[in-house]
Structures are given as C-alpha cells and as structure tokens.
C-alpha cells in the first residue's frame, strides 16, 4: 500500500501536465508581435511574426518581415526576404516596389539601374532617376529629370540637381598653391580659418628665428630653426591638399545625408503603406 | 526490493546535494573600481618593417618612456600625436608621415578645435592619421558623432 501511495505521489506530476499557455496563442502573438512593431522593436517583432509563419502562410506577415529589416537597416535581409514574395501575395505590387527602393537605400545605384532602365511604371521611373542623384558618375538630363515628378516639389529637386551636377569642392592644387605662396592661405581657403593662422604664426616664428640666428653668426641654431621651419611649411602645404581631400568628402557626406533625409520624408515619392504602423 | 526503493530515492533527490551553496550565491564581488586608463598601455615593441620605421618607434618609444607617461595625458587628440606619427609612417613612408605629423601639430597648437573634429567618449577629438594619406578614400566622420577608437 505505501509502495502505491509512494508511486501515485512521485509520478503525479505526469498525471497533469502543464496546459498550453493563452499567453502563447497565435491570436496573442500576431498582436504582441504588431505592439513591438508599431513601438519600433523590430528585431523581436520580425522574431514573433517568424513564429506565426509556423502555423500557415500569411502575406501580410511575410511583407511585413521584410519591411522591419528594411527599416532596421538590414538591407540584405530584407531584399531576400522581398524577393521570396510570389506573384500570389496580395502585396506582390507592394513588395516589388519595395524591394527597388531598398536597392537604393542600400547604395545598390547600378543593380537598380539595371533593373528599372527602360521601365514604364511611374514609381520606378522616379526611384531610377532619384538613383542618378546617387550614383558619382551618371548625370540624367535636366529636364526629364524634373518632369516625372511633381510640380511642388520641383525646386527643391532642382536644389539636389545642381548640387550634384556642380558640388561645391574646393580645389586641392589651389589650397596647396596658397599655401605655399603664403602659409596658411590654403587653410583659410578651405574656411579652416585657425589652423591658417596658426600655421602662418608657426613658419614665420621659425623663419624669423633663422634669420636672427644666421644674422648673429649661431649658425647652428639658424640651420636648427630652418629645418623645423621647413617641416612646419612644407607640412602645412601638404595639410592644406589633404584638408581639402577632406572638405569635399564633407560636402559629399552632407549632400547625400541632406537627400536621404529628404526623400526619406517624402517616401521616395511612393505611397505609403497605410496599414504599416 | 527495499534497497531498490532507497536507491530509488536517493538518485531522485540526489540533485538537491549539489544545489547552489548561498556561499556561491552571496559571495563578494572582487570589483575593480579604478578608471580603465587606456593611454598607459602602449605597444612599445620595436617591431618594424623597414630601417624608417624603426628609427621612428625608437624616438617614439623614447618619448613614450622618458616624457609623455611622465607628464600625462596631455594631447587633446585620439591618436595622440606620437602615435599619429607613428601610424603615419607605416602607412606612409617617412618623409610624408613627417609632414603629416608636422600638420598635425601645428593643428594640435591651433585653440581653437571645438567643433571640427568628432570626439571619443573619452571626450578626446578622433582624428586617425588614414585621413591624411592623400589615397582619395576618406572616410568622413561627422563631428557630432561620437566614435569608439579605444
């Protein structure tokens, strides 16, 4: 009897197991995976929209997966997930769109070019010129550039245009000769405006102390003084061409962070997924 | 059958023997509270390519020893400009990592620095001598970016 009575006790346990949480549900995950979504967690939201996959297809969670890649920046993930998207999905237009534009987000230019030349839709035609605004080669023509998109927006577009087609550079060989004609200039071409100063301070403190030194007869301090100050004038020449290797870097830094950030609020000229929250 | 029920019985609680001591548990933590100070920990090894290279990390490690660990964390600039020299030069050779350096320091002397340069946590202004080398490759950093070089 107290064998049985043990026995009962000990494998009780395995009499009931533990029932499937609620908590666990599809209903309950499809709506905590929307929660993270809409909050902008979308690591774990693309986690829990991968559970749901398990128990069947749905289109909406298969663009939406892609989607949150996109907006984490995961560009490669989110065009294979994209491009998985078949021709039965309610969202094939959708995501076909898409997968264009994270071709662009992801500096893709020339496989979008690729893909969209010779196309007639008009969001792609838009997405295929806005990638030239990109590209450091290829310059469309003005004047088709500007027609496939809307009037309101055709100056600010222009803005871009000009700015591609004409960056504002500064040119190292000038910032180089300034600087060797007068140490510093180049700098201050360059609107580094301190360091010029600086550096014009430096090699004539150095070139005067030469001088001095030469004039009194110390002629090894007078070489000494000469040879630093040579570095310091030859270095600033050479800091001024490197400084304006950096200046255009900016420029082309600020000019693709200003359109990105532009299109980015226009939507890249496409309609937005109202059901994407 | 006696013997089997306690045997039983003892390999099904014989987890509890090995169970999480509060000693374990509770324990105190060897913390170190000291301020991790990077800059000290210097690669002062003479490994070099070529005879300019050398000759630059002798005079770096020289400076190294008898003077900037000595007087301190001094140099506003991450690298620091001895270690801008020296990354200049193998980068470079030794006649352009000399003018690197030279600009450098005369942008080291210059005051006024706020806003130009991005900065470390450390507060320190980033400025890795690969921006200077005239390759054509720049990899611009915004100033108000703050960057994790240590």
Known sequence: MKKTIFLFILFSLTIKPQTPNPLYSPENVRKFADYLFSGK???????EYEKLLQYGKNDTIEFKIPVAYQLMEQYDLALQEFSKINKESVYYNESEREYYK??????????????????????????????????????????????????????????????????????????????????????????????????FIASSLFAF?????????????????????????????????????????KVDYQYKE???QYLNDKNYFMERNDFIK | MKYFYIIFVLLFFSTNLFSQTDWEKWGKAETDYTIKDNYRHRNYNFNSDNAGNFVVKFFANAYWFFVSDLDGDNCPFRPS????????????NIFQGTLMFF????????????????????????????????????YYIPVNEITAWE
């Open chain 1, 209 to 249: 102390l030469s001088y001095d030194n030469f004039r009194a007869n110390h002629n090894f301090r007078g070489w000494l003084f000469s040879g630093i100050g040579f570095f310091f004038y030859a270095g600033n020449i050479y800091g001024s061409v490197a400084a304006a290797q950096i200046y255009n870097a």
């Open chain 1, 102 to 199: 994270t071709l662009l987000l992801s500096d893709k230019y020339e496989e979008l070019q690729n893909k969209l030349f010779g196309n007639e839709v008009k969001d792609y035609q838009r997405l295929l010129y806005l990638s030239y605004l990109f590209n450091p080669v290829k310059v469309p023509d003005e004047q088709n550039f500007l027609n496939i998109f809307p009037s309101s927006e055709k100056r600010n577009l222009q803005n871009f245009f000009d700015k591609k087609k004409d960056p504002p550079y500064k040119s190292s060989l000038l910032a180089g000769l300034f600087s060797a004609l007068i140490p510093g200039s180049g700098k201050i071409y360059i609107s580094e405006i301190g360091d010029g100063i600086t550096a």
């Open chain 2, 103 to 138: 600009d450098r320091f005369t942008r080291d002397t210059n005051v006024f620095k706020e806003g130009k340069y991005p900065r470390e946590k450390s507060g320190h202004y980033y400025d890795p001598s690969s921006l200077y080398t005239l390759s054509g490759k720049i």
């Open chain 2, 81 to 92: 400009c001895s270690a801008f020299f020296v990354e200049a030069v193998k980068e470079t």
């Open chain 1, 258 to 260: 200003k359109l990105k």
């Open chain 1, 41 to 47: 967690d979308y690591l774990r939201s693309v986690f």
